[in-house]
């Protein structure tokens, strides 16, 4: 079994930043990717950033440039990084544990219970 904690959400302006966390305990994290969706009400959950347990890195089209995933396997988190944030960056963010890094989310096994983030314009 494997518990993910996400911490960092809140309100900001946009143009602002924010940097997520996910805390993951209960398997050997280095080996695994790590994943990064969304959902804004109303709408499907949507593939954000992942990284692989080497550091390779996949990002959605529309966050390229802006944000950053990275982690920390001593600590066991992975961090998601968000500088440039729009009004359409609102949605609550979930972190998930897969065996390699990819942008489908029914590739996950585990997720975190989600952290709000809004952007206000």
């Known amino acids: 079994q494997v518990q993910l904690v996400e911490s960092g959400g809140g309100l900001v302006q946009a143009g602002g930043s924010l940097r997520l966390s996910c805390a993951a305990s209960?398997?050997?994290?280095?080996?695994?990717?790590m994943g990064w969706f969304r959902q804004a009400p109303g709408k499907e959950r949507e593939f954000v950033a992942a990284?692989?347990?080497?550091?390779?890195?996949i990002y959605a089209d529309s966050v390229k440039g802006r944000f950053t995933v990275s982690r920390d396997n001593a600590k066991n988190t992975v961090y998601l990084q968000m500088n440039s944030l729009k009004p359409e960056d609102t949605a609550v963010y979930y972190c998930a544990v897969d065996q390699v890094a990819t942008m489908r989310s029914d590739e996950y096994d585990y997720w975190g219970q989600g952290t709000q983030v809004t952007v206000s314009s």
């Open positions: 209960g398997r050997t994290f280095s080996r695994y990717a």
């Open positions: 990284v692989n347990g080497s550091g390779g890195r």
